[in-house]
């Protein structure tokens, strides 16, 4: 199983960035897919959850900015980032938890001031 999170850069504040999270060996449909990020010296933190329904939900700090998405049929799920700012600088990952729990290897989101 591996799931191949992409799409994080470098952007300024305000802008937007699009991640991805290619998932192979298992098939996405009937999973809970989840976004973490994780800052320099601080912990993990839960970003945005989304069920195998669609049902969305998002930590506070990022609720109207960002949108989580899958797409069964590519087996992908996605982090729509917008309106970004310097404190959503991280590494985010993603996860889905099936038989165990699987992590992506992380992308870094650099959001300058």
């Known amino acids: 199983v591996q799931l191949q999170a992409s799409g994080g850069g470098l952007v300024q504040a305000g802008g937007s960035l699009r991640l991805s999270c290619a998932a192979s060996g298992i098939i996405l449909s009937p999973n809970v897919i989840r976004w973490y990020r994780q800052a320099p010296g601080k912990q993990r933190e839960w970003v945005a959850l989304i069920t195998s329904g669609g049902t969305t939900n998002y930590v506070d700090s990022v609720k109207g900015r960002f949108t989580i998405s899958r797409d069964n049929t590519k087996n992908t799920g996605y982090l729509q980032m917008n309106s970004l700012k310097p404190e959503d600088t991280a590494v985010y990952y993603c996860?889905?938890?099936?038989?165990?729990?699987?992590w992506g290897q992380g992308t870094q989101v650099t959001v300058s001031s």
């Open positions: 996860n889905v938890n099936s038989y165990k729990a699987f």
